[in-house]
């Protein structure tokens, strides 16, 4: 199933959540959701229940379907009303197109980021590779590809701001501008020799 992105098939009140892990996508879910009345559908929580997992890495890091994710992100948003809205909110919603009115996608500076991911008892390579992740702007880079004719919002989350401030970002469609590639060869990350 295809879905287009003109004003038929994308929902007014649809908002995609991603970045990164450890940007603040689900702090930012749950206070949004909270304050604004909306359901919130987790993505990972999505993928482990409905099976769309096909297998591990040899790290250990899951292998999803991300087509029988999308469908059953789909099935999911239809099956609640977006009459108060809906929130999707996960890393793999920027490999998948939904039918959002606008896509947000959190960022942090990398030193912060290392520091969020190595509280979650990341192993070093994975750090490393989500460091490299946001340095590159995968996610973003990855939102505009799949939601052309969506607005896209960056917001830098490494100090993380007021819902009434992410409302109003939302609300103007205000992104900024975050550009971290500048430390890609820096020292003090190491990632690109």
Known sequence: MKINSNSKTKSKNLIVITGVP???????????????????????????????????????????NLQ?????????IKSVSLSNGVI???????????PASVVLV????????RKRLAKREYNTQKINNNLLAELLDYCLVQSEINYKSIPIVSIDNTKPKSIEKI???????????????????????????
Request: glycine share 6%; charged share 35%; hydrophobic share 30%.
């Open 167 to 193: 409302i109003k970002q939302i609300e103007y469609k205000k992104s900024e501008k975050v550009d971290y590639s500048n430390l890609l060869l820096s020292k003090k990350f190491k990632l690109i020799e």
């Open 22 to 64: 450890g940007v603040g996508k689900s702090t930012l879910s749950k206070k949004l959701s909270k304050s604004k009345n909306y359901t919130c559908i987790d993505c990972n929580e999505i993928a482990i229940n409905e099976k769309c997992v096909k297998g591990k890495t040899k790290k250990g890091e899951l292998i999803v």
């Open 106 to 113: 959190l960022r942090c500076h990398p030193s912060i980021l």
């Open 88 to 98: 999707v909110e996960g890393h793999l919603a920027c490999e998948i197109k939904l």
């Open 68 to 76: 029988k994710l999308r469908t059953e992100l789909l099935k999911k």
